[in-house]
């Protein structure tokens, strides 16, 4: 059996197409990119030409600075048909977060799909995940093992909003990644009848004006006032970098909080300092990677963004072309990105 | 069992004692009997521990999931008991958890055989949260930082009465222990503890800042050896004979030849030792290592009791007959204890000696001195002092003599368990042997504890970057990285490959600055035996 869409190629820069000339999430400035979400880990500055969601782009250029996609990048909406070179392209939604998009690339009637970083839960922040049949589905798998079940996300706000009545008289600091974390949060508080102003970090609130830009309402947020700010009872997001930061000590006997699939092992939360451990993901939890993968219909599937060994393990059963995608490099594990 | 496993996640990220304590009194004040009982009873280690052991768990494994993906998540995960609660296949809306009073009669009523089959039901009816919980209770290993002293205070908050009411009436009730929730909530008489052995609360000492907090006069104060064992209180009556640890766990069966002994209506204060075989009670005792090897063993052989036999070194009285002597001033306890024990001589126990002082000059050279076996330092109690429970200031002082130190080169590093699951923190260190070409390093024992939170990051960082080799869970990293190690004291030893034991070893200070070279030698070490 031929090795499927032998036209992909990891090369140590990041995973080119060969005939459309491009790289999808180089790790290095290339000269041209198709960027499938603006975490960092996937959006690097410098590229001679991106091609993203128009989301991603404007995400991109308020992390980056606008110099970092200005000059010759395009802006293609889901499900717009394109040609580059010798390939067709076009974006599918992700549900990673706002704008995050599956690169869909055809090249002589072989399919190949690069999902980027996705999930199969509730996010009113961004379109749900959809699944696209294809020859060659390169997932990613952060949370690749069996023991990541994560649990409905209205559960896990149930459980923030209990605590706040719980303990009035603390501010809760919950520690969520400032682009998609942090307003996903926001966005199911707001769901949940929590109408009440929500204070944010700098780098939170820079993230939350891009969204609200671009049309998310994410109600009331406020920056949180200088000097000494009492803040008890209030509900209070920061990066996760944040929580044992200084800056944290402006805050009224904080109750360290976070919002992360890593929360779900007791290890992590307590190396975390966090009292209120949140299981909320941005990323598929392992029966969403399986799924996922068996909805897209690959007999080829090249795994990446995390430990390779227990899809591989499973997929191989099942008959699947199974691998890590190689030439990989990437960071086994990237909590500071969930 | 659902309010029970949410409890032991809040202590688990509970960040300190009093959040803990507060985690526990909400917990009493909301949840009914007997699951409230059984739940403190678990917490203190009062239930049957270690129903189900890792191999019973490993079995549960296999019976439902793929052995490759149940090893790479338990490689992944660190931890036994997380690792199956989370790999668990969940039944569709599998919520209907039982109960915890449930859950420990059963177990109780049921053999090691019936034991899996029972608890693949509870796993297939519990949510992941609850299933680890009651992973937990199964296996003994809560290890979520409750001791006897907490939840004794968090009873004193839920009930309004004094710790030392509620330790006395804790000791006449049994688990679930639902007549002392009747009387904390005020629905019920005080549990009868009349003629039941009781723990009393001990008198704790502290650290001596210095001899001038003991002022010119040292004929204010009595000083003793402070000996290197484990202090504990020994109660015995017409209602029972029990040996409390200083924080009221219950030690009686580990050491029975002690309980046998206690053939008197009193309550004594003294430390348990480890005496050779043979030896008269007031020998030497035994380096603290022996004790250990005693006290790892809940229920221990004959062999055992024969080649480690227990003492106790007698140096307080709290009642004796149904007399509370702790109001007296500490002179005229001792004067009763030393007159129980000469009327009494109750085998394998003696009295810890009075050590005449007479100035400040022959105290110091004995704190500095006290290096004999079993003693870690000296202990000074004022004279007139009364014996009141827990830590009052300026009445005893403890004057440890000061720890030794070397300087260590880190050579291999585990990852601990835990909360430690993530961080290489075990670490083995060694010193240099030999000269030229054949100097080489030889470890020399084993610190976990001594380090900052921030200290622990850099060397875990130091051991990810540098790692050299692995054998399996262990990595040898490069010999660079010197470590300042305190310990109490080092003894000869055959088990180990240096010759030498350490004392309670612990890392005090990351020595960056220095170079592996210039570490200490392990001749360096013999020379502090």
New interface residues.
């Given amino acids: 059996m031929p090795t499927a869409c032998d036209w992909l190629i990891p090369r140590p820069e990041g995973l080119y197409c060969v005939p459309g000339d491009f790289h999808i999430d180089p790790r290095r400035a290339v000269a041209r990119a198709v960027i499938t979400h603006a975490h960092s880990d996937h959006a690097r500055p410098g590229h001679g030409a991106v091609l993203a969601t128009r989301e991603t782009l404007a995400l991109m250029a308020a992390r980056l600075g606008q110099g970092a996609v200005a000059a010759g990048s395009q802006a293609l909406a889901y499900d717009e048909a394109l040609r580059v070179g010798a390939v067709d392209l076009s974006l599918a939604p992700a549900g990673h977060v706002l704008g995050s998009a599956q690169v869909v690339l055809v090249h002589r009637g072989e399919r190949a799909v690069i999902s980027g970083d996705y999930k199969r839960s509730a996010d009113p922040t961004c379109p749900a995940f959809a699944p696209m049949a294809c020859d060659l589905f390169v997932t990613e798998a952060t949370f690749a093992?069996?023991?990541?079940?994560h649990?409905a996300p209205g559960g896990e706000i149930a459980r923030l909003l209990d605590s706040l009545r719980l303990f009035p008289e603390r501010a809760h600091l919950l520690g969520a990644y400032a682009l998609g974390k942090c307003q996903r949060m926001i966005a199911l508080l707001r769901q949940a009848g929590y109408d009440r102003p929500i204070y944010l970090h700098g780098a939170a609130l820079a993230m939350c004006a891009v969204y609200r830009a671009l049309g998310v309402d994410l109600g009331d947020l406020r920056a949180l006032p200088a000097g000494r700010a009492v803040a008890a009872g209030e509900l209070v997001i920061a990066p996760p970098a944040a929580l044992a930061d200084r800056w944290s000590r402006r805050l009224a006997d904080p109750l360290p909080a976070m919002a992360s699939g890593w929360m779900?092992?007791?290890?992590?939360?307590?190396?975390r300092?966090?009292?209120?451990?949140l299981v909320v993901s941005d990323h598929a939890d392992w029966d969403g990677l399986l799924r996922s993968i068996a909805e897209t219909g690959a007999r080829a599937v090249r795994i990446t963004h995390g430990?390779p060994?227990?899809l591989m393990?499973?997929l191989a059963a099942q008959g699947l072309d199974a691998a890590p995608l190689e030439g990989g490099g990437f960071a086994a594990r990237r909590e500071e990105e969930e | 069992m659902r309010a029970f496993a949410e409890l032991l996640e809040h202590l688990t990220l509970a960040p300190g004692r009093d959040a803990k304590r507060a985690l526990l009194t909400r917990y009493f004040a909301t949840t009914p009997d007997p699951d409230r009982g059984h739940a403190l009873a678990a917490l203190i280690g009062e239930t049957r521990r270690g129903a189900a052991g890792p191999a019973m768990l490993r079995a549960l494994a296999a019976s439902r999931v793929d052995p490759v993906l149940f090893a790479l998540s338990y490689d992944f995960v660190g931890d036994l008991a997380e690792t199956l609660a989370l790999i668990w296949p969940a039944r569709d809306g599998a919520d209907a958890p039982p109960r915890l009073g449930e859950v420990v009669d059963r177990l109780a009523a049921t053999s090691r055989a019936a034991l899996p089959g029972l608890l693949t039901t509870w796993l297939d009816a519990s949510p992941a949260p609850v299933r680890l919980g009651l992973l937990k209770l199964i296996t003994g290993g809560l290890r979520v930082g409750v001791s006897a002293g907490l939840a004794r205070a968090a009873l004193a908050d839920f009930s309004g009465r004094a710790e030392e009411e509620i330790a006395e009436a804790w000791h006449a009730t049994a688990p679930p222990y639902g007549a002392l929730f009747a009387w904390a909530e005020g629905r019920g008489p005080r549990p009868d503890a009349a003629g039941a052995p009781v723990f009393r609360p001990p008198m704790l000492a502290q650290a001596l800042p210095g001899p001038e907090a003991l002022g010119e006069d040292l004929t204010a104060w009595r000083a003793e050896w402070k000996w290197d064992g484990v202090r504990v209180q020994l109660v015995a009556g017409p209602g029972g004979r029990r040996i409390f640890s200083r924080s009221g766990e219950d030690l009686s069966a580990a050491f029975p030849e002690i309980l046998e002994a206690m053939e008197f209506h009193a309550t004594l204060d003294g430390e348990l030792l480890v005496l050779p075989p043979g030896a008269p009670a007031d020998a030497a005792p035994s380096p603290f290592a022996a004790l250990q090897r005693r006290l790892g063993r809940r229920q221990p052989g004959a062999k055992l009791r024969e080649a480690l036999p227990a003492a106790v070194r007698l140096y307080d009285i709290l009642f004796e007959g149904a007399q509370d002597l702790r109001p007296l001033a500490f002179d005229l306890r001792r004067a009763r204890l030393e007159n129980f024990f000469a009327t009494r001589h109750p085998a394998r126990m003696a009295l810890s000696a009075l050590i005449a002082v007479t100035d400040h000059a022959a105290l110091a050279r004995l704190a500095a001195n006290a290096r004999e076996s079993g003693i870690e330092g000296l202990m000074l109690k004022r004279a007139a002092s009364p014996y009141l429970p827990g830590r009052p200031r300026g009445e005893w002082w403890k004057w440890k003599r000061a720890a030794l130190t070397i300087d260590a080169v880190l050579m291999y590093a585990q990852r601990g368990h835990g909360k430690r699951g993530s961080y290489f923190s075990d670490f083995t260190f060694g010193l240099w042997q030999g000269e030229g070409s054949d100097r080489r390093l030889v470890p020399v024992g084993k610190a976990y504890s001594g380090f900052t939170d921030a200290e622990l990051a850099i060397l875990d960082r130091f051991v990810r970057a540098h790692a050299i080799a692995r054998f399996g869970p262990v990595r040898e990293v490069e010999k660079t990285f010197v470590v300042e190690v305190a310990f109490d004291s080092a003894q000869r030893s055959t088990r180990h490959r240096s010759g030498v034991a350490l004392r309670f070893p612990r890392i005090i200070r990351l020595r960056r600055d220095k170079p592996a070279e210039e570490a200490d030698t392990l001749a360096s070490l013999l020379a502090m035996i």
């Fill in positions: 093992l069996p023991v990541f079940h649990p779900a092992l007791r290890q992590h939360a307590r190396a300092g966090v009292e209120l451990a430990p060994e227990a393990h499973v």
